[in-house]
């Protein structure tokens, strides 16, 4: 009998752990055109305790353990490359607590995002999230862990700024605590204690995120969506840049895309407003509308496409079937906002040489401090020739945000490799120290951010 | 009419138990009748056996031969049939067993001889003999008569004739069987024993039942809580093992276990003989079966005629209630 | 080996695997889909399972009985159809009944379901009880036969056999009886509809019973059916047109708010409880009948009817569909679908969770035992609290 | 390898609270019974289709009775017979070795490496058709098999003895054997797989196409009459629902010191 088996078995019992051909089938893929790799378990535990009983256990029988929350993050992040155990963590889906005053909640790694969304609704209306607009069943826990940004990071950063604690089962078993949460109940702050931040962006190789505390933000009783759209590319970025200065709206995106025809060619603006009130809302659109965007629209360069009442939740799916194909992966990168001109066209440019109708998205982080850019591309999952193109597209964006001068953000290993070659050795090689030093046996999400 | 000979089935050494409750009928046939009982006994070491069965027939023939230290039926078929058309018994009487299934059917061909197998009685009527056979799985019985024939073959059902003790110094004729015929085309490869460990129920004192009416793998659960509350364990009948939802180390009857609990709880058992030979020695028995009809109720002391995954549920809870105040 | 003619070979590839499927409308829990709620292993979700179906119609995995289970584990619910954001999504369930039917032709389904489709076949019920006693629950009731009345009474396998189910039969007889309506049932003569044959994938056994069916109907001179469990009013309305067995059929919930709203069954004996509702897959989702039972129930004096996290088209199923109120691959554990369903009744602080079928009656009377909660809630088909507001006993 | 298997129509009695007895006090009412494979046959058909997925030859069903005995042929085909054969006489009142005779005439006329037979029949449970029909072909034969392992030439067989022991055997073809349950687990048959075998033409002979006149085949063994079993003192019978009948049985089992 299988030991490693056994023991999992009296770890999470019976039912939560299989070594059978269908779920080692399911689990050796993630959605997008990484190669499937097969693990030799899947594992769902329930609590911190379990997951550190099954790390020490990998520790002793030098197997590879690969967490994974919704398994979306469609870069190969969550595939076991060295096969191993795969780690579901969607059953440690306890909302622990929100803390209305110091707007934050404590939640489990394995929270899905659909869940929060509704959750804050239904008890604390005046509470939101920063919700990346990803599928439902995405995790709180697997989006900080890959540096992950959502519909607030216009004014507030990236997801993983906004996190207030951590408790993380490292490789070898212990489990830490990061915040004011390792010395006190209370999660309101990770910082000022001595930064341990050795966890957020190595996508789950150096420890696995059991618990989170994510601030929260006010949500304001009117919420709604402003359609502004340019002919010329070159024009994005003022016009981003100027929309920040405003410091009067949340989500600002800028997207263009080759379907519907009409709008192919055109840079299309999502613009997200709140306000309390009427008085208030017209206050923000006045000022977006007239005083800052009027002069594109007298000009004749860009058009006010209306304005929306209530946030519709992206459904990012949709892509997928484009192509009626069931399939899209998307390299994002985070790049200096000056760039998207460059970004838009050579952009569109690797589209149409794979035969890919293009779509490309920008999303406003900061003060204009920086911008996710995201190049997708669909593929039909049952044509093999349909997702070499695409794989082959996603390689060459990959190159492409690098020569422009940006990081690329949650890379898969082609990626990985095009960060770390061009990384300055000794911070590189001081990741292969921190590496070494969380996981010596090397159980962690092998094949990921390898130093080699 | 001629004698009545009663084949005795001999395995390790021994007498099979069936062979003393067919001893006992065919001396009480033989006297009716005013004749001879004979015995046969085929093997090697047989010396001890034949005297056993000399203490009920008139007459043991005591067949030696060294190959035959288990009961093979090709063998044996040969070394009987003449035995048979020399001595022309009118009956000749068996235990219903496994090895009898295997041989009387052939033997009766072979010698044109009408059969009766698993017979619950047998009797004679003027000189005619009548067997009554359970037919239907236990709801209707078949009364039989032969047509006219010098011998005819009966195999009598385990548990339906009682043993009764008899002290008569029967003679014992030993002869030699040297026939090569039987052993080629059928090569005995040995026994194959049940792996031991787990749990063995002949010495559990409660034992909870679950036959063919438990109708789902997952009810078992209900049967080992039930089980646990009495502190007993759960056995069950050949269906269920047949269905692979217990091993057959559990399985209660005539290729099973035999077993004498102080409680036998029946849920969902039909009560087929073959199953009900192996818990009769059960102190007490309660059975649980939606059909009214199912044989288990004539054997059992206590019956509930419903569903048991109705009753069963009521009946864990009232016995932990109860056990709960007073335990 | 791969199986060559599975119909759905070119769209489910569609399917993205991302997981919509698994929550109700408003998100507000992970655990919508019926399988999933039950085992939380991304083979149990609709997309693990289309994944799954998709790989072995296309050689890539073999057939197994664990593959088997993970397939008929699928209840039929249709979350997944409500919530799947892609085009192809009302043939979901279509897409999981094939592979079913696949299994079924190749004679490799789990054990539970070929006892269950071998009893349809012999004894025209999933029990295999006698055909003898499909009428006993109708003793003492003063129901007669079905000889031309206005409305033929289908009562159904599980309300024919189930001690649970008989007693909402008779209930909803009695109260029939009482608004004067002259109805007639067939007793002995009742055949299985066939609804959860079709969803289990035997096809050609749910043919054969449509045909008898819509042909014993015609031949009695049936126009008019109402049926007391929603599967038999899905397969009645939906399926049997296509065997040309066009009848006028309705839920008894639909017959009982119009008797009601005409005055022809006065409810005004009123019953005292707060009650949740339970919408049924096949009433709810199947066939968009969400008004109708709560109609019926906001009718009666004294009741307060209070809603679920999870109602009308986001309901959590009960687990009992695609054949699993019988061969159950979902029970045995606090993470079965009933007794979440049934922890989120009585969170709502009702006394009474009303269902509208008898599977989800005894799916969930398990699920209030299993859960201890006998004494703080009960489980009442519609009919049975009609029946207390009409004082029958 | 060919092999031949000989499979049985009979009443559903599990099901049935009570068999009454017909007239002629021979036989019992069947009119409103409903009728199947023999429970032991389905394992005979499930383990004669694996063994020809195995090895494969032909398989050819045959049975004895009247055409309504057909739906026992159709699934035959249906699991993947190549043919079948009805011998058109019903010897439901008949004893084994009649019965035997038919079949060994009928064997004879068909290839056969392997003969397959039920150990038993669920109706009258004689369990002798198969070993008197393996001496009556001259082939050796082992009962109540529960474990079989084929080659070319020979089988393995265990079978089952009393008291969970098994004894095993090698046998040279051609030999007969009779299937016990457990052996395997029977597949499903879809009404479709039936409806398709349907179009597969059965093979009718009468006992004149096989040279076998009636009263050729008195049987030895006469049914004189059936009865119903006397009302044995039998159980104490525990009465009312669910709750009150446990409730009953409890209190008897507290008394009687069992807890």
Known sequence: MDSVYQALVDIVGQEHVSNRQEELFIYSFDLGTTEPHRPDYAVAPRTTEEIQEIVRLANREKVPVVPLGGGLSLAGLAVPFKGGIALDLKRMDSIIEVNEKARYALVECGVSQAQMVSYLERYHPTLTHSEPGAPGPATIGGNVAIHGQGDLAQPYGFNSDMVNGLEIVLPTGEVCRFGSCSISSGWFTLHPLPDLGLFLGWSGTTGIITKVSLRLFPCKRIRGVGQFVVENEELVPEVIHKLTHTQMAEDIIAYSQAVPPFSSGLQHFLINLAADSEKELEFKQEIIWDDTLGEYIRRGDGGFLGFRQGLERPVVSKTSDWRKGGGFEYVGAIMPVDTYPECYRQGREISERHDIPYTVLGRCIGMAHAMMFSWTYAFNRADPESIKQAREALHETDDLALELGGTLWKPGLYGQKLVMERMDPHTLELMKKVKQLLDPNGIMNPGNWEVS | ?327 | ?393 | ?259
């Open chain 3, 1 to 393: 080996m791969a199986v060559i003619d599975y119909k759905y070979k070119d769209v489910i590839h569609r399917c993205f695997r991302c997981g919509y499927c698994k929550f109700p409308n408003n998100w507000i829990d992970v655990n919508n889909c019926p399988a999933y709620a039950r085992f939380r292993m991304e083979t149990y979700s609709c997309g693990g399972r289309l994944w799954l179906v998709r790989a072995w119609v296309n050689g890539e995995i073999d057939w197994s009985e664990h593959f088997a289970q993970i397939v008929y584990s699928c209840t039929a619910c249709k979350n997944c159809e409500q919530q799947c954001p892609l085009r192809f999504n009302v043939d979901i369930v279509n897409m999981i009944v094939a592979a079913k039917s696949e299994m079924v032709e190749r004679g490799e389904i789990p054990p539970s379901a070929k006892e269950f489709l071998e009893n349809v076949q012999r004894q025209g019920n999933p029990y295999g009880n006698s055909r003898e006693k499909r009428g006993e629950w109708m003793e003492g009731t003063g129901i007669e036969a079905y000889q031309g009345q206005e409305f033929l009474y289908y009562v159904g396998c599980v309300g024919s056999y189930d001690t649970r189910g008989q007693k909402t039969a008779r209930v909803l007889g009695k109260v029939l009886q009482k608004a004067g309506v002259s109805f007639g049932v067939l007793g002995n003569d009742e055949n299985c509809d066939g609804n959860e044959v079709r969803s289990l994938g035997e096809e050609t056994l749910f043919e054969m019973l449509a045909e008898e069916n819509v042909a014993q109907f015609q031949s009695l001179g049936v126009q008019k059916i109402v049926t007391l469990s929603p599967h038999s009013y899905n397969a009645m309305k939906n399926d049997y047109p296509g065997f040309n067995g066009g009848f006028d059929v309705a839920h008894y919930t639909q017959l009982l708010q119009s008797l009601i709203s005409d005055g022809r069954l006065d409810v005004s004996g009123g019953v005292n409880a707060t009650v949740t509702y339970h919408d049924p897959c096949f009433l709810g989702r199947w066939n968009e009948e969400y008004e109708a039972p709560r109609n019926v129930l906001k009718s009666i004096p004294g009741i307060q009817l209070i809603e679920m996290e999870r109602n009308r088209d986001g309901a959590l199923c009960c687990g009992g569909g695609g054949g699993n109120f019988y061969i159950d691959l979902l029970g045995g554990s606090e993470d079965s679908p009933a007794r979440r369903r049934v922890r989120e009744a009585h969170e709502t602080g009702a006394d009474v969770l009303a269902v509208a079928c008898p599977n989800c009656l005894t799916m969930l009377e398990d699920a209030v035992k299993a859960e201890e909660l006998e004494d703080k809630l009960t489980v009442k088909d519609v009919a049975e609290i009609v029946g207390e507001a009409c004082g029958i006993k």
């Open chain 4, 1 to 259: 390898m060919d092999i031949v298997a000989c499979i049985k129509r009979v009443p559903d009695t599990s099901e049935v609270d009570v068999i009454k007895i017909d007239a002629s006090q021979k036989d019992i009412e069947k009119d409103r019974l409903v009728f199947k494979i023999n429970d032991w046959d389905e394992y005979v058909l499930e383990e004669a289709v694996q063994l020809r997925e195995k090895l494969g030859g032909t398989l050819t069903a045959v049975t004895v009775g009247h055409n309504d005995w057909d739906d026992v042929l159709r699934r035959a085909l249906a699991m993947g017979a190549d043919t079948g054969i009805r011998i058109d006489q019903d010897v439901s009142a008949e004893d084994t070795h009649v019965v035997a005779k038919i079949l060994k005439t009928v064997i004879q006329q068909i290839p056969h490496d392997l003969v397959l037979f039920g150990a038993q029949s669920e109706d009258f449970g004689s369990g002798q058709l198969g070993a008197m029909v393996a001496e009556m072909l001259d082939i050796p034969h082992a009962t109540l098999v529960v474990g079989l392992e084929a080659e070319e030439k020979r089988v393995r067989v265990n079978r089952e003895l009393e008291a969970g022991t098994l004894e095993s055997y090698t046998i040279e073809l051609p030999a007969l054997l009779t299937i016990h349950t457990g052996i395997n687990q029977p597949r499903y048959i879809s009404l479709g797989g039936i409806k398709r075998a349907m179009k597969k033409e059965l093979q009718v002979m009468s006992l004149s196409d096989l040279q076998l006149s009636p009263d050729a085949l008195n049987p030895m063994v006469r049914l004189e009459k059936l009865e119903l079993p006397p009302k044995g003192e039998g159980a104490e019978l525990i009465t009312g629902a669910p709750g009150e009948a446990a409730e009953q049985l409890t209190k008897i089992l507290k008394d009687t010191g069992i807890f």
């Open chain 2, 1 to 327: 009419m001629s004698g009545i000979l009663v084949v005795a089935e001999h395995r390790n050494k021994s007498l099979a138990d069936i062979v003393h409750q067919m001893l006992s009928k065919g001396r009480q046939l033989a006297d009716q009748a005013q004749v001879e009982l004979l015995a046969v006994v085929i093997g090697r070491d047989i010396d001890a056996s034949a005297a056993e069965l000399a203490r009920w027939a008139d007459r043991v023939i005591a067949v030696k031969n060294d190959r035959l230290e288990e009961p093979l039926a090709g063998p044996y078929q040969k070394a009987l049939s003449p035995l048979i058309r020399e001595r022309k018994p009118k009956i000749v009487l068996m235990g219903h067993s496994s090895f009898a299934m295997d041989m009387a059917p052939s033997l009766s061909v072979e010698l044109e001889a009408p059969l009766a197998t698993d017979c619950v009685d047998i009797s004679l009527q003027n000189g005619d003999v009548l067997v009554t056979r359970s037919i239907y799985n236990g709801k209707v019985n078949a009364i039989h008569s032969f047509a006219q024939s010098e011998t005819v073959i009966i195999t009598g059902r385990v548990g339906e004739f009682p043993v009764e003790d008899c002290h008569r110094q029967g003679q014992v004729e030993e002869i030699e069987f040297a026939s090569e015929e039987g052993f080629n085309y059928k090569k005995f490869e040995g026994y194959l024993e049940e792996e031991a460990g787990g749990v063995d129920i002949t010495q559990a004192e409660v034992l909870v039942s679950v036959g063919r009416g438990i109708k789902e793998k997952k009810n078992i659960q209900m049967a080992e809580e039930l089980a646990e509350v009495l502190s007993g364990v759960v056995s069950c009948s050949r269906p269920v093992v047949d269905y692979g939802w217990l091993p057959s180390e559990r399985q209660v009857g005539l290729s099973g276990k035999t077993v004498k609990p102080k409680l036998y709880l029946g849920l969902g058992i039909s009560g087929a003989f073959q199953h009900v030979v192996g818990m009769k020695g059960a102190k007490m028995t309660v059975a649980i079966n939606k059909d009214a009809k199912a044989p288990i109720f004539s054997v059992a002391n206590y019956g509930i005629v419903g569903d048991i995954l109705q009753v069963v549920p009521e009946l864990i809870s009232k016995i932990s209630e109860l056990k709960g105040k007073t335990g």
